[in-house]
Every structure is written in structure tokens, then in C-alpha cells.
């Protein structure tokens, strides 16, 4: 009844080609910016926000990266938490090193140099397929792990593994309070959600999903497997370099390695592809997921705190979080946007089905 | 440059490339028979071992106590087979992929919260000193332990081997590896192949787990040499089992002699990468492995 766009006529060129061809879907979009921008920051507590909104935000960006490269151009990574890490440290030594750099512009180099080695270790993409592909991306993941960890100069010569982020200033104002990281990482969030909203709209992104599809055939269609995959990769490595480069200083507040490990990497993939494969509204889905799961399975258990050693619990959140990841995929294979899709669909016709 | 000590560190890297190659077995056993690229593996390597250690520790005779192991190894398979498997029959591969990462989080929980997370002690009976004739013979000193334990890989090598390829069962399991739906349609029980794979791919498990685990000690990191079978398994090619041994001695051979050789230039460490970027050259020239089967690509 409400969801329906009858009525609803392109007269125009620009009308046929807007992002959000639907009144309400942009309605409901407005809503939704203005509930993060105004609402949010006012109801939520502090605790929401450094430890949920923050980080929910930092991964979707990251997973919205990795989506880029699975979900839109079909190649597979195992290695996007390593790339996370070198936009962190990237950040960390442009900021440091180089005195008076504004921090915006070293979030923006961060995702350069992590751009330049994401197309590095893309490059075998090119000869090697599928599974083969995923386990050669662990090589980038292991190698920069062990860089930043044996190589000192990474690290400014210091012995101790975990770097304190220097403050962060934008046009004279610090920012540190909860409320201004927030934004800062919502704004930096939402401008790249738009350029990847119309990026997987345009030529590039119907490329990607040609090549996805089948790469034989878009080869024949005249689609270069060179500069499309390695396309593929650079972009979605600079969404991975500037959420790392987020991660390590606002959430984090410091830069260490261990933030940055495998098991980070499969966390990213479970994110996009319990979110959706190719989607991006499944990208934030995914990672609200992730994010919340461990913290609710984690707040369910502290109910049994006292009655079962605390050993097991951990054990019991494993076995819950296998679970749950396993029990989603039975369910729906196609993700949480898949889901809001059906809604969609369902909306159209309420309250007369037939 | 010393002669014998090259030859030293490149027969104990080939036959610690060999216990790889025991992980890395379980994988292609699981890949040849569905096209399931199964991650849990080392976690059932881990479940297999902790089990049979807490078993011996119970004071249960050691033969007794495989057998239970083996049982349990064959119950988690059907089980894995009915409530992860089948629901996601003709889901595309990588959702198969994400549902055994999500059993490796399972099964590690499971081992530990059944079991306990301490470091079990484990003798297999078997000597890790220098095996006595080889030393006297040629002065080169090679773990008496590491012989067995590639012994008892070639022989697993070999027995699957056969079984694969002169058994019903194993021609039934070659043809549902091809395709699913031709394998269907002339009557193999797709269900009941599954579940002897990842039996077979249990006792596999268990077979690694108890030699890694004399080795390491029965504890949680036995999980984590899944990452060492990765680079064995791309090496020698996802669905052949004669390359998992070949990718092992090559891989165990190249990091052992990587680490003596070339460390000291970079600073150490290197071991844990090296496999990595040595299977990505092999790929770059051979994307399927020595001994994959490549994938003829049609339009």
C-alpha cells in the first residue's frame, strides 16, 4: 500500500538514471541519514558509540571494500585484514613522519599505498582461479603480518608492538570526544558509500560482474581481464587501507599488528557474505551482524557467569558463533540482503497479496 | 658450505613436509569426492587428538581407545554430513567454503569445552633421536620419528591411492567428484559417499593428530597447521593425492632450508610465509598445481 511505485513516471533522462528510482526508497533513505547524523549522537550513550556505532561503521566500510572485490568482481580474499593493516600503518608513519600533514590527507595516502600493494598481490588473479586464488591471497595476509612485525622501520624504530596514534586534528579542531569520531568516521563512511554505490552502477562495476560471471566470455565481449581485475583490487584494497587506517586511529587509538590478523580476514568474509554477495545496503547488514553478534553472545553469557567457569564460556561462544554462522548459511545462503529484497517484494503487494 | 648439512636440513625439511602433507591429505580427500574446500580440518585434527589423548589419560588401553576415536571421528562425520551438508546441497561453493570456517569455530569450541585446553603430553613410543644406522652409514643425522611418521604417510598415500582407484566405492567417489548430478542420476547415494569421505578424512585427521601431536603436544595450536597444509595443498594441486605428498616435500624442503639460508638476511621469521609465496610463483606457471586437474573453460 504504501510501498508502491505506481504513479511514479521517468520523464527524463536523469530521472531514469537516479540512484534511488523510488520516492519512498529515498525518503527512506533521508530518514536514515538523518537518524545517524542528528538522532544518534544525541540518544545514544558513549558506550554505543565507541564500542558499537564506531566499529559497526569501520568494518561496513571494509566489508563494503571486500564486497567490491567478492561480491561485485568475483575474486576471492583472504587477505583483506592485512590490508587493513598496512592502511594503519601507512597512516600511522605519513602522520608521524611527515610534520604539519593534515590527517585527512594521510587517511587518503593510507588508502593509496594500500591501493599500490593490493594491485601487487593481485596480480597473480590474473593465471590463478577460485580456492587456488584464496589461498594465494593469504600470502599477502602472512607477508604483511610479518613486515610490520620484523620490519622496525614500520614501526618508527621503536620496540614496543603497539604504536599510540598521534592526536588527530582537522582544520585546527582536535577531535576526541566519542561524538566527533563518530562523525568524522560516518562522514568519511558515507562519502565512500556513495562513490561505491555509483561506482558497481557504471561501466567499471558492469565490467566486474561480467567478469564475475564469466570471464571467458566478457574477455570475448571485449572487457580486458588486466585492468578490470586489477581495478577490482585496487579500489576494494582502498576501502580496506582507509577503514584500517579509521580502525587504528579512532577506534582503536593505536596501531598494532595483532588487530590485523586471519582471523580478522574471515571475519570481513563471513560479513559480506552473510550481508549479501554484490550488494551493498548487504555490506552494512553484514557487518551490524558480525559486530553484534560476538557482543550479544558475549552479554548472553555473562548470565551464566559464576555457574560456569568462565573457561568454557569462551569455548560455548565459539561453538554459538560456528553455530549461528552455520545455521544462517542453511537459511538463507543469499544473506540479509536477500531477505530485505523478499520484504521489499512482499511490501509491493501488502495488503493484497493476489 | 657443508655438504652434510645441507643434506640434513633438506631430509628433516622433505619429511616434516611430510607430516603437511598428512593435513593436507584430509583436504583433498574432501575436495576430490565434492568440491568442498573444508577449513575445518585442522580443527579435526585437533578434536581427533585431544579426544584420543583424554581417552588414554581416562587409563582406557591404548587400542581400545582408537577404536573409540575412530567411532567418535565416524559419528562427526554423519553428523556434519546431515546438519551442514546436505541443507546446502547446490549452494555455489564459496557458501560451502564460509559453512566449514563456521565449523572450524565449532569444532575448536566443541574439542576445548568437551575436552580442556591444557597441553596434553603424548608418546607415541616412538624414538625422536637420530636414527643409528643412517648416522653411522653416512654421518647425517635424520629423526628416527620423522622416518616412521613418512612412513606412515606413504602408506596412507599409497592405501588411498588404491582405494580411489581400484575400489567400487572409490570409482563411485571419483564419479560424484566429476559431477554431482550424472553421479545422481546413475545411482550413487550422494549422502552416504559424503559421509564416508569425511570419515575417511576424520581418521586422516586423527592419523596427523597423533603424530603432530607427539610432536607439538596435544593442544590448541594442532588447529593451526592448517595453514602449513594450505601452501602442500595448492603446490600439489587441490584434487590429487599423490600431489600432497610432492607438495609437502617441496614445501617442508624450501622452508627449512629457506629459514637456515636466507633469514639472516631478512630477519628471521620467514618460516611462516615462505610456503606461501613459493606455491604463489608454482601458480603463476601452473594455476592448477603439479598434479590438479586443470578446468577446460567453455563459453
Known amino acids: 500500500m504504501v510501498y508502491r511505485e505506481s504513479g511514479q513516471f521517468k520523464t527524463t533522462y536523469a530521472n531514469d538514471m537516479a540512484m534511488f528510482p523510488i520516492t519512498q526508497d529515498r525518503w527512506g533513505l533521508t530518514v536514515i541519514i538523518v537518524i545517524a547524523v542528528v538522532v544518534v549522537p544525541v540518544v545514544a550513550s558513549n558506550y554505543w558509540i565507541t564500542s558499537l556505532l564506531i566499529p559497526f561503521l569501520i568494518f561496513a566500510l571494509a566489508a563494503l571494500g571486500l564486497n567490491v572485490l567478492t561480491g561485485y568482481a568475483g575474486q576471492l580474499s583472504l587477505g583483506h585484514a592485512g590490508f587493513m593493516g598496512v592502511g594503519a600503518y601507512a597512516a600511522y608513519n605519513l602522520a608521524t613522519r611527515i610534520p604539519d600533514m593534515p590527517l585527512l590527507l594521510s587517511f587518503l595516502g593510507a588508502g593509496l599505498i594500500t591501493t599500490v600493494v593490493g594491485m601487487l598481490f593481485g596480480l597473480p588473479s590474473l593465471r590463478i582461479k577460485g580456492f587456488y586464488l584464496a589461498v594465494a591471497t593469504l600470502a599477502a595476509q602472512f607477508i604483511i603480518e610479518w613486515a610490520f612485525s620484523s620490519i622496525g622501520w614500520f614501526s618508527g624504530g621503536t620496540a614496543t608492538m603497539t604504536l599510540d596514534t598521534p592526536p588527530m586534528i582537522i582544520f585546527g579542531y582536535r577531535i576526541h570526544t566519542p561524538r566527533q569520531r563518530y562523525y568524522l568516521t560516518l562522514g568519511i563512511v558515507m562519502l565512500l558509500t556513495l562513490l561505491a554505490k555509483n561506482l558497481v552502477r557504471s561501466q567499471v562495476g558492469r565490467a566486474w560482474m561480467a567478469m564475475r560471471d564469466m570471464d571467458v566470455a566478457a574477455e570475448a565481449m571485449g572487457i580486458r581481464p588486466l585492468t578490470t581485475k586489477l ?124 | ?185 546413475v545411482g550413487i547415494p550422494l549422502h552416504h559417499i559424503w559421509s564416508i569421505t569425511w570419515a575417511a578424512a576424520g581418521i586422516v585427521a586423527l592419523v596427523a593428530g597423533m603424530l603432530w601431536g607427539s610432536r607439538l603436544g596435544v593442544q590448541f595450536s594442532l588447529s593451526l597447521i592448517t595453514l602449513k597444509a594450505l601452501p602442500v595443498l595448492i603446490l600439489g594441486g587441490f584434487n590429487s593425492i599423490p600431489g600432497a605428498i610432492v607438495g609437502g616435500l617441496i614445501v617442508g624442503a624450501s622452508e627449512k632450508l629457506a629459514e637456515v639460508y636466507l633469514s639472516r638476511f631478512v630477519g628471521g621469521g620467514i618460516e611462516n610465509f615462505f610456503p606461501y609465496l613459493l606455491a604463489m610463483v608454482f601458480l603463476i606457471f601452473r594455476p592448477y598445481g603439479l598434479f590438479g586437474d586443470e578446468i577446460i573453460e567453455r563459453v
Open chain 2, 1 to 185: 658450505m657443508n655438504v652434510a648439512f645441507f643434506l640434513e636440513v633438506l631430509i628433516g625439511g622433505m619429511l616434516s613436509g611430510v607430516m603437511y602433507a598428512l593435513v593436507a591429505l584430509g583436504f583433498v580427500l574432501i575436495f576430490k569426492s565434492s568440491g568442498v574446500f573444508n577449513f575445518a580440518q585442522g580443527a579435526m585434527v585437533l578434536f581427533s587428538a585431544l579426544t584420543f589423548v583424554r581417552l588414554l589419560e581416562m587409563h582406557i588401553y591404548f587400542w581400545l581407545a582408537l577404536a573409540l576415536t575412530l567411532i567418535v571421528m565416524i559419528v562427526l562425520a554423519m553428523a556434519i554430513e546431515r546438519l551442514v551438508l546436505r541443507p546446502l546441497i547446490n549452494q555455489p561453493l564459496i557458501i560451502l567454503f564460509m559453512a566449514t570456517i563456521g565449523l572450524n569455530f565449532f569444532l575448536e569450541g566443541l574439542a576445548q569445552g568437551v575436552w580442556d585446553n591444557q597441553v596434553h603430553g603424548f608418546e607415541l613410543g616412538i624414538n625422536d633421536e637420530p636414527f643409528e644406522a643412517l648416522r653411522q652409514l653416512t654421518g647425517i643425522l635424520v629423526s628416527t620419528f620423522d622416518l616412521v611418521a613418512a612412513l606412515i604417510a606413504g602408506t596412507l598415500v599409497l592405501g588411498l591411492s588404491l582405494f580411489f582407484h581400484k575400489t567400487r566405492i572409490g570409482r563411485a567417489l571419483r564419479a560424484v567428484s566429476d559431477d554431482h548430478q550424472a553421479a545422481l542420476s
Open chain 1, 231 to 354: 581495478l577490482a583490487f585496487a579500489i576494494s584494497s582502498f576501502y580496506a587501507g582507509v577503514a584500517g587506517a579509521l580502525y587504528g586511529f579512532v577506534f582503536l587509538t593505536s596501531v598494532d599488528i595483532t588487530a590485523f590478523e586471519l582471523e580478522r580476514s574471515f571475519r570481513l568474509l563471513f560479513m559480506v557474505i552473510i550481508g549479501g554477495l554484490g550488494s551493498i545496503l548487504g555490506s552494512f547488514l553484514g557487518a551490524a551482524f558480525i559486530v553484534l553478534l560476538p557482543i550479544l553472545i558475549n552479554n548472553a553469557a555473562t548470565l551464566f557467569v559464576g555457574t560456569v567457569p568462565t573457561n568454557l564460556i569462551a569455548n560455548i561462544e565459539l561453538m554459538v558463533f560456528g553455530g549461528l554462522i552455520i545455521f544462517f548459511l542453511i537459511v538463507e545462503p543469499y544473506g540479509l540482503a536477500r531477505l530485505w529484497h523478499t520484504t521489499k517484494e512482499k511490501l509491493r503487494l501488502w495488503p493484497f497479496p493476489h
